[in-house]
């Protein structure tokens, strides 16, 4: 299982403590897998990118009228976190049913 987010995000942080066993992958270091990042945009679409983000606000209009998976390429700290990867299946987010999902 693989873990997509920032080592600064306390979100992401609760979802490591709470999955144990996880690679965790810091995307402002080490950026998206593209085939990752495609099939998430693809479950996900425009949930997959975080507009209240201090990375969205510093953003000009020009740059946010950009197609999602663009910004998301060029800024991998727009993406709405966690991003769960487990074999063929994908949760983004840490709410109650993704916690319920993983267990």
Known sequence: MHLYGLKTCDTCRNALKRLGDVEFVDV???GVPEHVLSRAHDQFGGALLNSRSATWRGLSEAERA????????DYPALMKRPLIVRDDEMWLGWDDEVQAALG
């Open 28 to 30: 402002r270091a080490e």
């Open 66 to 73: 950009r197609p999602a998976l663009e910004l998301l390429r």
